[in-house]
T-cell receptor, first 117, second 110 residues
Framework: DAGVIQSPRHEVTEMGQEVTLRCKPI?????LFWYRQTMMRGLELLIY????????DSGMPEDRFSAKMPNASFSTLKIQPSEPRDSAVYFC???????????????FGPGTRLLVL | KNEVEQSPQNLTAQEGEFITINCSYS?????LHWLQQHPGGGIVSLFM???GKKKHGRLIATINIQEKHSSLHITASHPRDSAVYIC????????????FGQGTRLTINP
């Protein structure tokens, strides 16, 4: 398996523009997570899905952020409008059901490094 | 106060030394994860613990649920172990949300 795939790997945009980050989880995984990493706050969970349904979005900073998972193999994280304080590395991760092989180990994608000017 | 605290924040050691990184948490958990973030930024899950001890190669992770404390040990450290090590806890049994420590930056000099 190719692992978790994220695109783009790097994104530079101007304040006010819409940004869309994409993630393809590992095939067969039931959970998908979006994280943000900054120097100041470290890693933070933004939202996670179980079987394409959002379960916990309490980490989504504000209404400018939205996430969707239209099917088991694709998710997007959208920021509209973007602001300089959104500059961070955004990671997507996926995991299988508890009790299955690999269990609750989360497999991380390579991340998208976002810079908002 | 953060729910998950790691110490030290930074650690520099010589090749071959025994390394210990600590993680304390203040909430009830169902599991604790240790992650490794490489200098290039990639994150790899090392261990998931709910009790006792786990070993993988030169890495050993222990957890004491009563004391709300976990340690990650590296024996015979090597420069390739240089990375940021992150502790994360799963708060509620059945839920998958992780809360992360700030990480420990480990540098092993040859």
């Amino acid at each position: 398996d190719a692992g978790v795939i994220q695109s783009p790997r790097h994104e530079v945009t101007e304040m006010g523009q819409e940004v869309t980050l994409r993630c393809k989880p590992i095939s067969g995984h039931d959970y998908l997570f979006w994280y943000r990493q900054t120097m100041m706050r470290g890693l933070e969970l933004l939202i996670y899905f179980n079987n394409n349904v959002p379960i916990d979005d309490s980490g989504m900073p504000e209404d400018r952020f939205s996430a969707k998972m239209p099917n088991a193999s694709f998710s997007t994280l959208k920021i509209q409008p973007s602001e300089p304080r959104d500059s961070a590395v955004y990671f997507c991760a996926s995991s299988a059901l508890p009790g299955q092989g690999g269990g609750e180990t989360q497999y991380f994608g390579p991340g998208t490094r976002l810079l908002v000017l | 106060k953060n729910e998950v605290e790691q110490s030290p924040q930074n650690l520099t050691a010589q090749e071959g030394e025994f390394i210990t990184i600590n993680c304390s948490y203040s909430v009830g958990i169902s599991a604790l994860h240790w992650l490794q973030q490489h200098p290039g930024g990639g994150i790899v899950s090392l261990f998931m613990l709910s009790s006792g001890k786990k070993k993988h190669g030169r890495l050993i992770a222990t957890i004491n649920i009563q004391e709300k404390h976990s340690s990650l040990h590296i024996t015979a450290s090597h420069p390739r172990d240089s990375a940021v090590y992150i502790c994360a806890v799963r708060l509620i049994q059945g839920a998958q949300k992780l809360v992360f420590g700030q990480g420990t930056r480990l540098t092993i000099n040859p």
